[in-house]
């Protein structure tokens, strides 16, 4: 119900590379409207590496950029392949446990990276420049305006504080944590606490479940 507005959205008009990168939207979203925010994805081929370095190009694609592992990049198959065949990437398999006791949770929210442009470090983080940064947060803003969530769940510190400056009027409801592959996920803070519990308390408390 969301697709005809989003690929009204610049960065995914012109670009079937592009489109790849569009929003999960679970069948039930529309009920609790929880939208998980992930940093990037990230690219496994050197040859496909080479084709993104360029931000500038990247950025104003038609077509012309074609990728040989294009899986790498597809949110909707990425989301999928974890429900359906439980693939064991890190940030799906790390949260597994924070997310147990709410039933079909795939089903509930809404996924997406934060960065419009994959990693070029294979699964380590994601090195930006300022462009990225405001590209991302644009296409980002245009895309809360059509799904509209209620609740925003960053799982990447580094994409939540771009988003905390921007002053959003989302910005009410929004909460942010480690990435879950990182040893912060686990780890605990100064504060005794750990991203991992927060996170699970989080989702608890949005779907109602008792912890």
Known sequence: MYDNKLLEIDFYKNSETHRLMLPYIGSEYEKYKVLIVGESHYLGEDDDRE??????????????????????????WVVKEHCDNNNKQPFFSMIKKEI??????????????????????????????KDIEEKSLENFENVLNVIKPNYILFL????????????????????????????????????????????????????????
């Open 156 to 211: 990447s510190k580094k994409s939540y504080c771009i988003f905390e400056r921007s002053n959003s009027k989302f910005l009410k409801n929004t909460f942010g944590f480690g990435h879950p592959s990182s040893p912060w996920w686990s780890r605990k803070r100064k504060d005794g606490k750990k991203y991992k519990e927060e996170f699970k308390e989080k989702i608890e408390e949005i779907f109602d479940k008792k912890i």
């Open 100 to 129: 147990i006791n709410v039933e079909n949770f795939w089903n509930k929210v809404s996924f997406m990276n934060f960065f419009i442009v994959p990693s070029i470090n294979g699964s380590r983080g994601i090195e930006v420049s």
């Open 51 to 76: 084709k993104v370095k360029d931000f500038k190009k990247w950025l104003t694609d038609k077509n012309e950029i074609k990728l040989i592992k294009s899986e790498y990049i597809n949110t909707r």
